[in-house]
């Protein structure tokens, strides 16, 4: 299975230059803070935590420049 991580990175570099908290993207998904900041930085991984990755790269339309 590939790694989420350029994707987490991607999601985290778009949050910081947006001015999103880790809290605020949380709520937009239904998650909590912590688990939110645990899918960013690796800690939760599996199905779920790969959906949601995935689901927020979609929903923001975030690409790689």
Do not use: F, H
């Not at 991580?5 to 912590?34: C, F, H, T, W």
Request: without cysteine; glycine residues 10%.
């Amino acid at each position: 299975m590939p790694t989420t991580l350029p994707g987490r990175e991607l999601i985290k570099k778009y949050i910081d230059q947006n001015s999103i908290s880790v809290a605020s993207l949380g709520r937009m998904y239904g998650v909590g803070k912590m688990y939110m900041g645990e899918v960013l930085s690796g800690k939760k991984s599996g199905p779920s935590a790969n959906a949601l990755i995935l689901k927020i790269i979609d929903d923001l339309k975030i690409v790689d420049k």
